[in-house]
């Protein structure tokens, strides 16, 4: 066989198996959905059971019981679980290990910009029933870049991926993983982003001055020019008295003798012009002195501290890294120094200061839960009370993988399943990988609850999602299969 006809042999199998890709995961991408007589966890509400789901067009359009939808997919839900598709606060699918920032970054770096959708651990991720994840950067640098919501599908799935861009701004005061610290390096760390914000803080003023100093150049500028157009216009509009011709008299000429030169006069006539000439130098002066402008200086612009500008005006919050308690005190301080929101990472610590984290409403980012058998000097810090302490003292707490490896996220509703073992009530639990995670990150408009108008991601189980016995069956992404345990 010919090298030509081996090599378009091998591009019909790889053409074949791409096709055969496509209609396996897009097998349930039906216009209408109907999941019927399922125990339904709405997480927004009461849990329904037996309940019914109704997707339309990638969307959910109805949840109740006994709804009816005319040429719907029906499928037979009896005996199942639906929650809303997981969500993990905190993970680095999709990030090269060569891309991660975890000892050095800056503002205006975007972790979109290192994104790698064709990573092959998606399906592993999604049979972990997680349809979104909030990708970070790194962790451990001070400022630390862009993280961004995004969807998790099958390479060759359709539609946008990407649920929210600029999600926060990463910063640490705490060293974090392997790398050792003393009171002395956490209290520069603090400093140092306070240093950071102090700078952008001046730096928005510069663009502030500039910019309406810059109103006032034009503004004046306009006014110059209006006032020297009117001036020209009326120099320029004929006199009628002046320009009016004499009538001419019909007189004969007259001849009269000559005078005799007046003693000083001056008869070459220089001294009429010189006159003439101050008149005119008279009349030059009599025009009013134009004000004289100058542009504003332009500011040079700095691309990071746009971004730390744009955390002090509260459009992109940020998310601190603070394990230890007077780390977690530092980070309160610097928000309200500055005025930030502010999303706590890490807070091995936290359930010292629960009470101050309870009484500013402040979402708290808890995870790993499941700690591995090389412990990091994070490690130390973490208490597996703690993020059960938050919650009994009703601080807003997310449960994440804690972005140790791409793959990490399949084992989210095992970390929340860990914390109801230590005692957090289950339903808390679930809404910390849910709707808790969705407005932590600010997407809960399109996910984490079961309500007509948000995206269909749905995770169909055997049996209770935080008991680990549970097998998921199937997942769903805006309403396509994107995962199939049969």
């Not at 309870?358 to 703690?386: K, M, Q, T, Y």
């Not at 991601?457 to 016995?469: F, M, N, S, W």
Request: proline share 6%; hydrophobic share 35%; aromatic share 4%.
């Amino acid at each position: 066989m010919g090298s030509a006809s081996l090599t378009r042999r091998r591009w019909t199998v790889v053409a074949a198996a791409l096709v055969s890709a496509v209609f396996s995961t897009n097998a349930l991408a039906a216009d209408s959905i109907l999941f019927r007589g399922a125990r339904v966890l709405t997480v927004s509400g009461a849990p329904l059971d037996p309940g019914d789901v109704l997707v339309e067009g990638g969307k959910i359009k109805a949840v109740g019981a006994h709804l009816e939808a005319e040429g719907a997919t029906v499928i037979d839900a009896t005996k199942k679980t639906i929650a809303p598709g997981f969500i993990d606060a905190r993970s680095c699918l999709y990030l090269p290990n060569t891309e991660r920032r975890d000892r050095g970054a800056s503002a205006d770096w975007n972790v979109l910009d290192a994104i790698d959708f064709t990573d092959d651990r998606a399906p592993r991720v999604l049979a972990g029933g997680v349809t979104s994840a909030y990708v970070t950067p790194g962790s451990g640098a001070s400022i630390g870049g862009r993280g961004a919501v995004v969807k998790v599908k099958p390479t060759d799935s359709d539609g946008d991926r990407v649920l929210k861009s600029d999600a926060a701004l990463e910063l640490a005061i705490s060293a974090g993983g392997d790398v050792a610290s003393s009171s002395l390096g956490r209290l520069n760390g603090y400093l140092s982003l306070r240093r950071a914000f102090s700078d952008a803080k001046e730096y928005r003023k510069s663009w502030e001055k500039y910019k309406q100093d810059l109103a006032e150049f034009e503004k004046k500028k306009k006014e110059r020019d209006e006032a020297r157009q009117k001036r020209e216009s009326s120099e320029k509009k004929p006199d009628d008295a002046k320009d009016k011709p004499k009538p001419k008299e019909d007189k004969p000429p007259s001849v009269e003798p000559p005078k005799p030169a007046d003693k000083g006069s001056d008869p070459t006539g220089d001294a009429k012009d010189e006159k003439k000439d101050d008149k005119k130098e008279d009349k030059k002066d009599d025009k009013p002195a134009e004000p004289k402008l100058e542009r504003p200086n332009k500011p040079a612009e700095d691309p990071a501290k746009e971004v730390l500008v744009r955390a002090l005006a509260g459009t992109i919050p940020v998310r601190v890294l603070a394990d230890r308690a007077d780390e977690i005190l530092n980070a309160l301080r610097l928000a309200e120094e500055f005025e930030l929101r502010l999303i706590l990472d890490g807070v091995g610590e936290g359930g010292r200061v629960a009470p101050e984290l309870s009484r500013r409403n402040i979402s708290v980012v808890v995870g790993p839960i499941l700690r591995g058998s090389s412990p990091s000097v994070s490690d130390l810090w973490f208490d597996p009370r703690g993020p059960v302490t938050l919650s009994e003292s009703s601080v807003p707490v997310v449960i994440a993988s804690g972005a140790a490896t791409q793959r990490g996220s399949s084992a989210l509703a095992m970390q929340a399943a860990l914390l109801v073992g230590q005692g957090m009530d289950r339903a808390r639990a679930l809404r910390a990988i849910t709707l808790g995670a969705a407005e932590a990150l600010g997407v809960a408009e399109r996910v984490g609850s079961i309500e007509p108008g948000k995206d269909a991601d749905l995770v169909v189980l055997d049996g209770d999602p935080l008991d680990t016995r549970s097998r998921v069956e199937s997942v769903y992404v805006d309403g396509q299969r994107v995962f199939s345990n049969d």
